[in-house]
Each structure stands twice: as structure tokens, then as C-alpha cells.
């Protein structure tokens, strides 16, 4: 099974990573929502072909996505394919994070996916085939300085996709997380960006930092977590659940 006809939503997805994985299922014949806060960059998106539609949505508000799912719905159909993308990165030290700051890292990065899959799981239930898929994080397998309430939730996140997995085993939905080192992002400026300005390092000086995990020192491109979304969906992937797939270049 392709997902030509499927019906994807993606949220986080007028932007950066969630833009590509957009692109490459209506490519690949799927009808995509895409959503987020800001309703500008879904627009362009969605200007974009026909076969893709933007919604504005917080993924943290349980209301707001149930009513973009039901509104998706209305346009494309049942959704059988999720893509929980939407995230945010908040670089602290430790001493310096609040307990707000914590929650604020949570709801977004993992209360946002819990509901996404909740309020989508009745349809995929009632079509007996359905794709849960996470773009959590290196964060989620591994720790990293100044960011501990992002690591934190990358690694609940990556709970939750593993546990979901076992309880959903039989029913013909597979539930996957990726986790993606350091990718050409928007939310990658913003991390050289802060270095620049806390550490007073070059531009050049900052991204080695960033690069020097990953043993092909170089950032990962958007279309590459869009491609492992595509295989994750596909019949010979049908037996790849529960897990946690690095893209990373090898960093460990």
C-alpha cells in the first residue's frame, strides 16, 4: 500500500521540516493538511497545490485538534496518517528553567502529539490501517547541555511512541518515532543564533559546534526525515513499529 489516496494531516506543517514532509506525501499522491499557529506560511503552502489544505491549529489546546481533524475531515476525508512535527526548543541552563518553562516545553513537544493520535485513533480504528509517526529528536535518545526541559520531553515523547506501539499492535496501525540530529531548519538559526550571542562565537564557530556530534559533520536536510516519513508509511515498512529511527549520521 502507497499512501496515494491516504489522507495525511502534519502539524508544524507551513515550515522547515514539516513543509517537506507535506510536499513529499502529496507527491506521492496523499491529500495533506498542514497546520500550525500561524495561519500565513500554511496559506503558502497550500497555495501551492490543490491537494494540500491549511488549517490553523494549537496542538496543545485537545479542542483546537479535534476540531481541525473534524474540519480535515470535511475536505479530504478521514485522516489514516499522522505526522506529530510541531515542536519548539528552549535553551537554558539548568539553575535558570522554571517550573513554566518545564511545562511549556511538555505541552508542546509531547502533549501536543498525545493529542494529535487521540483524537485522531478513532478513524484509523474504524479503516483498520493507520501511520503514527513522531518527528521527535536526537533529544530523545540522548542528553544535551541547556536544553534539559527539551530533552526531557523528546524522551516522553519517544515513551509514548513506544508504548502506544504495543497497545496498538494488532490493529493494523503502526506507531513510530524520528529523530533527527541537527537539521537546516528555521529552529536551527535560532539555536546558531543564541550561541552567537551567549558565547560571542563566530557564525562558522557556532555551527561546528553544532556539526561536531555528527560524525558527517554536517547538518540533516529537511527532505531526508520527508523520505524516512514516505518508507514509514509504505507496506515494507508495515512491520517497523515502536520505534525510535535516528537520523543522524551516526551520532549515538
Known sequence: MSVAG??????????????????ALVGAGARVTVTGRRAAPLDEIAAAHDEIAGIPCDVTDPDAVAAMLEAAARRFGPATILVANAGAADSKPFAKITAGDLRAMMEVNLTGVFNL????????????????????????LRGYPYVSGYVAAKHAAVGLTRALSQELARTGITVNALCPGFTDTPLLERSIETIMATTGRSR?????????????????????????????????????????????????
Open 6 to 23: 491516504h489522507h495525511a494531516v502534519v502539524t508544524g506543517g507551513g515550515t522547515g521540516v514539516g513543509a517537506a514532509i507535506a510536499r
Open 117 to 140: 493520535w487521540q483524537a485522531g485513533l478513532p478513524a484509523m480504528t474504524e479503516a483498520g490501517w493507520g501511520r503514527m509517526i513522531a518527528v521527535a529528536s536526537m533529544a530523545g
Open 204 to 252: 562558522g564557530e557556532a555551527e561546528k559546534a553544532l556539526v561536531a556530534d555528527n560524525p558527517q559533520r554536517r547538518f540533516i536536510a529537511p527532505d531526508e526525515i520527508a523520505e524516512a516519513v514516505l518508507w514509514l508509511c509504505s507496506d515494507g515498512a508495515r512491520s517497523v513499529n515502536g520505534q525510535a529511527i535516528a537520523i543522524s549520521g551516526g551520532e549515538t
